[in-house]
Structure formats: structure tokens, C-alpha cells
């Protein structure tokens, strides 16, 4: 086996994936070995880009940008969003969730955090009580369509009248993953909207009621720009691009950096 390929197996088995891929920036004479460090090139590639389009390091790259929000609202948290919380740790993190089989979870995660709240209601632009339709699962419920053979009334709150509760001063994140009432919740954080904010949201492409425009539409007018595209889900019949999250910032914010490519 070639030296450099040795190395590059010791430096995977450290998993210091960085140092494998420069190794294959050596000049090789065999073309059989430019061809296996092509291949290998592509697959180190493939893993970077992958990582890069994950939740965790764009909200890496907001933080190393300077953004560390003092409370983080976990809009539809269902068992906990971790990416939040190890990025994040040091913020006041509020769980909302309405499913209640859900809570127990939530309550271990906000148990270990520095500081954090699990609330049980529903969320929209309304303050007031509402039915709760559940799939069997308990993974999927929804307040505006029916989705499951199960029903239960339980609370709905707008964010807003959630952040006038908290004493908390500081940036914000929103996270919201809602499965179809986005642009509802938007409208029920106006106040929020208008503070320091970072909105990390779910938008759907590929289904009959795509959410992306009308999601990046309702923000822009809140002087939103789309900053991140992350977490992309593809339908697995024909691979077509189904969903996206994706990561709002203010068009003043100093996140942005330089706007020259270079």
C-alpha cells in the first residue's frame, strides 16, 4: 500500500477526517493510486458537505459569527432538539410542546441544562384552548387538520404571550417545526420578531401546501433575510427535494460578515 493511504487509514482511525483529506493533496505517480485518491477525495467531500448541511454546524458557524442567544424557544420540541442545546448551553431554553407523552423526555433534557422551562400547549397566532388531532405514533399532531384517529383539547399560546412571561433580556432564537401552521406561529411572535432574532424554521417544497415562499415572504417583511439552508429531506421514491430548514437573520445583522465571496 502506498505511505500516504497508510496514513490516511491512521488519520480516519483517529477520526480526524481534515488531516486524511489533505493528505490526498500528495502528487501521485501511479495513475491507479490518482485514481484511489480521487474517490477518496470525493467520499471525504461528500462527509464534509453533509456535516455542513446539518443543523448542528450551521448553528456552529452562528455561534463562531458571534451570535449566543439568551433564550432559545423550541417551538414544537417533541423529544428535544439537541443541536440547540450543545450549541447553546448556556441559554434560557423554553420547550414547547403539546403532545404531553412527550414531556417526560423533555423534562430529563431540561433537568441537565443551566436553565430551561417545558411548557404544554399548542402554538399558533391565538391565545385560548383548541382540539389536538395525534397519529398513533404520537409522532406527528397537528391543530389545524385532522391526522389521526385520536383527539384532545389542550391550550394554544402565540410565542409572544409566552416571552412576556420571561424576565430573560437578549437575543433570541426561534425554532419552530410545526407541520404546516409556520406562517400562524410567525404571526403570534411579532414582539420576538422584532428583538434580536435568529428564526431557525421547517419548510416544506414538495408537498400540495409548500411553505418555503410563503415562509421567507411573511419574514421578509420583518427585514429577514434567508442566511442558512439546512437539513434537506428527500422523498425516497424519486429523490425529490421535500423539505428544508431554514435559517433567518436580520439583513442589518453583523452575522452576515463580509458580503464579497472572496
Not at 38 to 44: F, P, R, V, W
Request: glycine share 4%; charged share 20%.
Amino acid at each position: 500500500m502506498n505511505e500516504i493511504f497508510d496514513k490516511f487509514l491512521t488519520a480516519i482511525s483517529k477520526s480526524d477526517l481534515q488531516a486524511a483529506y489533505y493528505l490526498l493533496d500528495h502528487e501521485f505517480g501511479n495513475p491507479v493510486d490518482v485514481k484511489i485518491a480521487a474517490e477518496l477525495k470525493a467520499i471525504c467531500t461528500s462527509h464534509f458537505l453533509r456535516q455542513r448541511t446539518g443543523k448542528l454546524n450551521s448553528l456552529s458557524n452562528l455561534s463562531k459569527s458571534g451570535f449566543i442567544p439568551a433564550l432559545v424557544f423550541d417551538v414544537g420540541a417533541q423529544i428535544g432538539t439537541p443541536e440547540l442545546y450543545s450549541v447553546f448551553p448556556e441559554a434560557h431554553h423554553i420547550f414547547i410542546e403539546p403532545v404531553a407523552e412527550c414531556l417526560p423526555a423533555l423534562n430529563q433534557i431540561a433537568s441537565q441544562l443551566r436553565s430551561a422551562t417545558v411548557i404544554n400547549c399548542a402554538v399558533s397566532n391565538i391565545n385560548g384552548m383548541t382540539s389536538l388531532s395525534l397519529t398513533p405514533s404520537r409522532q406527528y399532531s397537528s391543530i389545524d387538520m385532522e391526522i389521526g384517529g385520536e383527539s384532545r383539547e389542550i391550550e394554544v399560546r402565540t410565542v409572544d404571550s409566552i416571552y412576556e412571561e420571561c424576565t430573560i433580556e437578549g437575543p433570541i432564537l426561534l425554532k419552530i417545526d410545526v407541520d404546516g401552521i409556520e406562517v400562524k406561529v410567525l404571526k403570534g411572535s411579532k414582539t420576538v420578531l422584532q428583538r434580536d432574532c435568529v428564526v431557525v424554521i421547517e419548510a416544506s417544497m414538495g408537498d400540495e401546501n409548500p411553505r418555503f415562499a410563503r415562509i421567507v415572504e411573511y419574514l421578509a417583511s420583518y427585514d429577514f433575510d434567508v442566511f442558512d439552508i439546512v437539513d434537506p429531506l428527500y422523498r425516497l421514491s424519486d429523490w425529490h427535494l421535500w423539505q428544508v430548514d431554514l435559517v433567518f437573520v436580520k439583513k442589518s445583522s453583523s452575522l452576515w460578515g463580509s458580503r464579497n465571496y472572496a
